[in-house]
């Protein structure tokens, strides 16, 4: 993938933050996601800060920064810089090897019920496997601006899908840009089902239970032999993907219509 590849997938990341509903209203302008570069795996491409107009739905492939893993602007175009929580970015590249993909932003409801020490738990499918555990918590609310605060970051994350920062936001990692904005939405989600939870039943309200989502990872797709007699005659099916599809198309439209006007 070549740099210019890699802003163009950065500012799609960017933009489905905002169309998710991840970075609106409020919080347009809060959230960044990363890519780690291939052909150089001690730099990154993100969003920076001080465009004209500095929110996430607005974002072009040359509005990116590339970045170092001490948070250095390699490049990027002028006038802007580094977003200020660049650190969160830098300091999971230099600690995970295996993460290509970082994605920060502040999630209301995944931020609230840390706030009031509610575990997220699974209630619903989509998610499920991201909260089966609680996540790791890292109690701070202040920006991370620094290096010493994006290790401690790191460390909290350890070798997990997300960490929740106390009263700010999430930060969600994985080998792909799909990995790690999917995780983003598939948490919120599932916090804000949590949410109804605790409205509906209480704070100790139940949650999907082990042995079952157990059984649920287990599912196979037309697994009936009469049934694969479908999949010989018609062949394969387009299984799966078609979220990530849809709405990193329904981005591209977007960026590319407002490049025109
Ligand atoms: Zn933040």
Same mark, same amino acid.
């Given at each position: 993938?070549?740099?210019? &590849?890699? +802003?163009?997938?950065?500012?799609?990341?960017?933009?489905?933050?905002?169309?998710?509903?991840?970075?609106?209203?409020?919080?347009?302008?809060?959230?960044?996601?990363?890519?780690?570069?291939?052909?150089?795996?001690?730099?990154? =491409?993100?969003?920076?800060?001080?465009?004209?107009?500095?929110?996430?739905?607005?974002?072009?492939?040359?509005?990116?920064?590339?970045?170092?893993?001490?948070?250095?602007?390699?490049?990027?175009?002028? @006038?802007?810089?580094?977003?200020? &929580?660049?650190?969160?970015?830098?300091?999971?590249? +230099?600690?995970?090897?295996?993460?290509?993909?970082?994605?920060?932003?502040?999630?209301?409801?995944?931020?609230?019920?840390?706030?009031?020490?509610?575990?997220?738990?699974?209630?619903?499918?989509?998610?499920?496997?991201?909260?089966? +555990?609680?996540?790791?918590?890292?109690?701070?609310?202040?920006?991370?601006?620094?290096?010493?605060?994006?290790?401690?970051?790191?460390?909290?994350? /350890?070798?997990?899908? $997300?960490?929740?920062?106390?009263?700010?936001?999430?930060?969600? =990692?994985?080998?792909?840009?799909?990995?790690?904005?999917?995780?983003?939405?598939?948490? !919120?989600?599932?916090?804000?089902?949590?949410?109804?939870?605790?409205?509906?039943? @209480?704070?100790?309200?139940?949650?999907?239970?082990?042995?079952?989502? !157990?059984?649920?990872?287990?599912?196979?797709?037309?697994?009936?032999?009469?049934?694969?007699?479908? =999949?010989?005659?018609?062949?394969? $099916?387009?299984?799966? /993907?078609?979220?990530?599809?849809?709405?990193?198309?329904?981005?591209? &439209?977007?960026?590319?219509? $407002?490049?025109?006007?």
């Amino acid at each position: 993938m070549t740099l210019d &590849e890699l +802003k163009y997938e950065v500012a799609i990341g960017s933009r489905i933050l905002n169309l998710t509903g991840l970075a609106s209203g409020v919080r347009a302008s809060m959230g960044h996601v990363s890519l780690r570069d291939p052909t150089n795996p001690n730099r990154f =491409v993100v969003k920076g800060r001080g465009y004209k107009i500095d929110v996430l739905s607005r974002m072009q492939p040359e509005d990116m920064v590339v970045c170092d893993l001490d948070g250095y602007l390699i490049d990027g175009p002028p @006038g802007v810089l580094q977003c200020n &929580e660049v650190m969160i970015h830098a300091s999971v590249f +230099k600690a995970r090897p295996d993460v290509n993909s970082v994605v920060h932003s502040h999630p209301p409801f995944s931020v609230m019920l840390t706030v009031l020490g509610i575990p997220i738990v699974p209630v619903v499918l989509e998610g499920l496997r991201l909260v089966r +555990k609680p996540l790791p918590i890292y109690r701070h609310t202040a920006l991370i601006t620094s290096i010493a605060q994006g290790a401690e970051m790191a460390r909290d994350l /350890g070798d997990a899908r $997300a960490v929740h920062l106390l009263g700010h936001g999430v930060t969600t =990692v994985g080998k792909t840009i799909e990995e790690s904005v999917t995780a983003m939405a598939q948490l !919120e989600y599932q916090a804000e089902m949590n949410s109804h939870a605790c409205a509906a039943g @209480g704070r100790d309200h139940a949650r999907i239970p082990d042995d079952l989502i !157990e059984e649920y990872l287990q599912w196979k797709p037309l697994a009936e032999p009469h049934f694969q007699e479908a =999949v010989a005659r018609l062949g394969p $099916a387009n299984m799966g /993907g078609s979220i990530w599809k849809d709405i990193t198309t329904r981005a591209a &439209e977007e960026m590319e219509a $407002a490049a025109k006007a």
